[in-house]
């Protein structure tokens, strides 16, 4: 850009002689002090001090829909409680999750968050995506979800969230992208039973058998179960409880499975079926809670005790 600004000057100068030369020199200056400025024009701990801390304010209803975030999926493991109860867990780790955007009724007739996660280098991002970060002064992120919530539930540009946004013992619903199987036939995709394995079959066992319309309908029904591509597509997987928070490691551990492959990117809510199971604050600051592991709470009483009184 700089060398076509300096060819345009050359014309300049050569049609007008050397009363052009001066403007030459003052247009090859600015663009000179153009590219030693930073991209960005503040950095990402000078916008985060201007978030207000009122972001722990009680909210007005259980129904008030908070912000989710995004994570990425470690892997599983499992854990025992104080009664011995086996627990399996998927460990999700948030990493440099901010809000980068709204969405406003005045503007786009909703209202939304646009939330980033996993910092990269500005080179790595086309110049239209880069310039919305840089607007706020944030760094480029590599994913980016939007997000609707509730008036009252909206975050700052630059607030970041962590794994103290949920409260250990609540439920949350978290979807990702089931891991692709590729072309299956209807015994894997569906669990058909198939054809006999023995009399009366040649080389048609794991075929799905009659596709059912004779000459009337004369067709196949539409959304028949037929073999085809398996997986690949986004799932939600409801209710599944915080069975702990680590705030060293900024980890979130979660009953049971979740969508999606090793290392991919899930998007973690309050649960929808269950407005009750959530905290009762917009959001928690990270670094409230310090550094620590906390755990949801316990029952008092065995659930295995069987003995009568």
């Excluded at 854990?79 to 709204?102: A, F, K, N, S």
């Excluded at 015994?187 to 054809?195: A, V």
């Excluded at 551990?253 to 290392?263: D, F, Y």
């Amino acid at each position: 850009m700089a060398v076509t600004g300096a060819a345009s000057g050359l014309r300049l100068w050569a049609r007008g002689g050397l009363g052009a030369l001066s403007s030459l020199r003052q247009h090859l200056v600015q663009r000179a002090a153009q590219l030693a400025t930073p991209h960005r024009c503040a950095s990402t701990q000078a916008q985060a001090e201007e978030v207000p801390v009122d972001v722990m304010v009680p909210l007005s209803s259980h129904l008030v829909r908070r912000a989710p975030l995004i994570a990425k999926k470690l892997g599983m493991t499992q854990t025992w409680d104080r009664w011995g109860t086996l627990i399996p867990m998927t460990v999700l780790q948030v990493e440099d999750c901010q809000v980068v955007g709204h969405r406003t009724i005045e503007r786009d007739g909703y209202e939304a968050l646009i939330l980033g996660a996993e910092t990269i280098k500005d080179s790595k991002l086309d110049g239209r995506i880069r310039g919305q970060f840089a607007k706020h002064g944030l760094p480029s992120k590599r994913h980016m979800e939007e997000a609707r919530i509730s008036a009252e539930a909206m975050l700052p540009i630059g607030y970041e969230l962590s794994c103290e946004h949920f409260e250990p013992g609540q439920l949350v619903d978290v979807r990702g992208t089931t891991i692709g199987k590729g072309f299956a036939g209807v015994m894997k995709r569906h669990n058909f039973k198939g054809m006999p394995a023995t009399h009366g079959v040649t080389k048609t066992h794991r075929r799905m058998g009659g596709f059912g319309g004779g000459q009337d309908p004369g067709r196949v029904w539409k959304g028949k179960r037929n073999a085809g591509r398996m997986g690949g597509v986004l799932r939600w997987q409801r209710n599944l409880a915080v069975i702990r928070i680590d705030t060293r490691y900024n980890l979130i551990m979660v009953a049971g499975s979740i969508p999606g492959a090793e290392n991919s990117r899930v998007l973690v809510r309050d649960a929808i079926m269950n407005p009750l199971h959530k905290p009762n604050f917009i959001s928690r600051p990270k670094g409230t809670l310090g550094a620590g592991l906390f755990e949801a709470p316990v029952p008092e009483e065995d659930p295995y005790n069987t003995m009568l009184d």
